[in-house]
């Protein structure tokens, strides 16, 4: 078993953009501008985010003019919603192979250096063993 | 996995901490939950003290009227004028802020669940107008108005949100349509009474469970 936070998701910036999304309900979306409000983001940052996220299919964002006024609202698309779930899963899973003081739990996973992916310590072993 | 570009200083190098990145999820998630939350703990809490104030305050003006003539007397209706217009003040306020940027269906039927819920109010006690025109009794003028418009209100207020799928707040119209009907059963001056000690149950019950809901982890049970 190899349990991998997607890499996408596991960014604060992009983490917080969609946890905040997913707090709405399905089909809504939220203004561009309440989203920087909300997050404390430059518009700049937002917009790089979003577009990464955008790209990806996990949010879809549309653009409406309102005389001169031009309004983005973002929001999650059922990709996205299923990313974060399985990304969720994924956090429980690691996070249930770690001990109170962040040691690998007696149930045999590890997480590898840096790399946020939890693996079978048998796996791991297997591993080292072979030349 | 594919590595995409932006990525690398959280997958690579443990920038990014798995416990770090729950905490972060639970923190976004509850602040995103409270944002847009229509009716908050406090608002409920406040509403609970509302109702046993106003409906207290009614009970005390008409528990010694022997016989029953259903006067309310002016400093308990001052009163319930000046709690119920701030209920009202601010409920407005916190479902303007928390619809503010959000669009959608689900906007869309929360607009149309607070329009129906106005129309209930005004129908419900618009009735009281007939009621003192027509020259009902006074056991009837003073059950009516305590518990009636509640009743009107909350079987309202239940049928919409449940049409809607909104489970908790189809729940806590419920409750309140449920204790509106048994306080018709403490005869015209504890009826008051009832419905205000009724009305704080439910709201007191509402608050803790909203701040659960808008607490609850994400990653952890």
Redesign the interface.
Known sequence: MTT??D??I???TR??IV??L??????????F???QD?LGLTPGNLI?QLR?LDE?GYISTTKTRNGSAQKT?A?LTAKGRAALSAY?QA??D??GG?DGD?RPAEAGYE?S????KLKPRAEIATRQESP | MDHIPGTAGTTQGGGFDPRQAAALLDQATQQARRAFTPLTPLLFTFRAVVALVVFGGFWLSVRGQHPYTGHISGWAIAVAVVLVAINIGWTAWVIGRAGTGVSGPAQRKWQAWTGIMVAAWIIGYAITAPLYHAGVSHPVWGLYPASAPLLIIGLAGAAVAAAFRYWPLAGTCLAIAAAAAAAGFGGPAGSWLSTGIGLCAVYLGAAPFTAWRQRRSMVRP
């Open positions: 991998e936070l890499p996408l596991h960014m604060p983490l917080k946890a905040t997913a707090a709405l309900p399905d089909g809504d979306a939220l203004s501008t309440r989203l909300m790089i990464k990806a609202t929001a969720t956090l429980r690691l996070l770690l962040g997480i250096a840096g790399d946020a």
